[in-house]
């Protein structure tokens, strides 16, 4: 890697970039030092999370992003594209020498194509602000992950997103047209928006999922919306978790699509509609909107199915409850700071496999000493299978012990996934927290992906540590 002094690379940014785009006072080099990722937050209370970015630069386009990536890979030094900061697994800690490079200063929708259905948006913008600018014309993204307010919109590209709408909009990969993203050596790459291409391998699916690893997002052209004319809430009561994941199954197969489908477990039940709830029930929140036309009769098939697996009709003020309290999340460092151990674990498989995963994941993190709680919903459901979001809580006795127990229930909810058959990760990314798992989840198709990664950064400065398991492994 590099051997050039911080002051010698801080120098040639600003002569690149000008004083006012680098940064290098201890305020800022901490606040580009970790993500989200409770064990990052963990150490930054233990003050263990020892190193800091040699600076902080904050380009203003595409060509001051390509000016950076020239001079740090002819001098090896390492790179960390950074968004806001929101990760939840280890996708931005810097190694030592590195330069950040915060895109927050490229925050403009540059383009609405109503005609298309389009809109052109730089990586930097936050989510909430670009939907709130689509709103604004009368449109939306259909884009709602919980992290809205506090993630950018190339953040989800970069860990390949899904929002809490996915089931009628899809996720981000079905959302992104084009893009404009910088190479490792400089050269800028635009992928231009068109409804579909045929014209060899998608240059999108390189970028989408990358966490950093390989270039830099810069600009997105993405699908939007028309706001909906209508929209209709209901709950649900299941019997249990196996009859609400049966009942998601025949509403997937029978061809609904409501955007929101969202099955809690017994426990997650009691905790978030504890007022409506009883018994072991599971509750399932289903929101249709579009055409009034369309409302109408989705929400009656899905009624149908509902009856059919013993569910129970609520009403609509548990869904009113979900969609008002969303995104209000109480903050990890605050439970860290008072020796619990939690995180969240997003994994997906098929139907024929999903009561299997739930079961063997719970049974296996429960088992991990100081667990508290496990519970799980699903969010996101396909024609072929849907995902299970699993929460944990743990209070190990010992602070010193805090680490230990988080290592211990990820790694029982990863091998039971992997064993199940299941995907390590549904749509929070890699980052270092799942590492051990990659070689499991691709098999040898990961000698393809180091492959493009040896091609694409030879000189390997693009986010080293994360993503891809050690290259001499």
């Not at 706001?227 to 196996?242: A, C, I, N, Q, V």
């Not at 929101?287 to 899905?302: H, W």
């Not at 299978?385 to 990820?410: H, L």
């Amino acid at each position: 890697m590099s051997k050039s002094s911080a002051a010698a690379v801080r120098a040639a940014l600003v002569e690149r970039l000008g004083g006012d785009a680098v940064h290098w006072d201890e305020a800022s080099l901490r606040a580009h030092a970790h993500d989200t990722w409770p064990l990052a937050l963990l150490w930054a209370q233990q003050g263990s999370l020892a190193t800091l970015p040699t600076c902080v630069v904050m380009p203003r386009s595409a060509q001051e992003v390509a000016a950076v990536l020239s001079y740090a890979n002819r001098e090896g030094v390492p790179v960390v594209p950074y968004g806001a900061g929101s990760g939840v697994c280890g996708g931005v800690l810097p190694p030592a020498g590195a330069v950040v490079i915060d895109l927050r200063s490229m925050d403009q929708l540059l383009e609405l194509n109503e005609t298309n259905l389009l809109a052109r948006v730089q990586a930097g913008m936050m989510g909430s602000e670009f939907e709130s600018a689509l709103n604004g014309h009368g449109y939306s993204m259909g884009h709602f992950p919980q992290s809205i307010a506090v993630s950018t919109v190339g953040g989800w590209v970069a860990t390949r997103a899904a929002g809490q709408f996915s089931t009628r909009y899809g996720s981000i990969e079905d959302m992104l047209v084009g893009l404009e993203a910088v190479l490792p050596d400089g050269r800028i790459v635009r992928i231009a928006p068109v409804p579909r291409r045929a014209a060899g391998p998608d240059l999108r699916h390189l970028f989408l999922g990358s966490e950093g690893t390989l270039a830099v997002v810069t600009e997105l052209a993405v699908r939007i919306f028309p706001l909906p004319e209508s929209r209709r809430l209901m709950t649900y009561s299941l019997p249990d978790f196996d009859a609400g994941l049966e009942a998601l199954r025949a509403i997937m197969r029978a061809g609904w699509r409501p955007p929101v489908l969202r099955l809690y477990d017994a426990a997650e039940t009691a905790r978030h509609f504890g007022q409506w709830a009883s018994d072991e029930a599971s509750f399932l929140i289903v929101i249709s909107e579009g055409p009034s036309a369309l409302t109408a009769v989705e929400l009656e098939g899905c009624h149908t199915v509902c009856g059919a697996f013993g569910g129970a009709a609520l009403g609509d003020q548990p869904a009113h409850h979900w969609l008002a309290e969303r995104n209000n999340v109480p903050s990890l460092a605050s439970f860290i700071e008072r020796g619990f151990v939690l995180d969240t674990i997003e994994v997906a498989s098929g139907w024929d496999r999903i009561h299997d995963l739930y079961r063997d994941v719970v049974a296996a993190v429960r088992a991990v000493k100081h667990v508290i709680v496990v519970s799980g919903h699903s969010s996101h459901s396909y024609p072929q299978g849907t995902n299970i979001y699993f929460t944990f809580v743990a209070r190990p006795d010992d602070p010193a012990a805090a680490e230990p127990t988080y290592r211990a229930c990820w790694k029982a909810a990863m091998d039971a996934t992997v064993r199940v058959g299941g995907t390590i990760a549904h749509h929070h990314g890699i980052g270092r927290n799942r590492l051990p798992w990659m070689r499991a989840e691709h098999g040898e198709g990961l000698a393809v992906l180091r492959t493009l990664k040896r091609a694409i950064d030879p000189r390997g400065i693009m986010n080293p540590g994360v993503l891809f398991p050690e290259l001499s492994d």
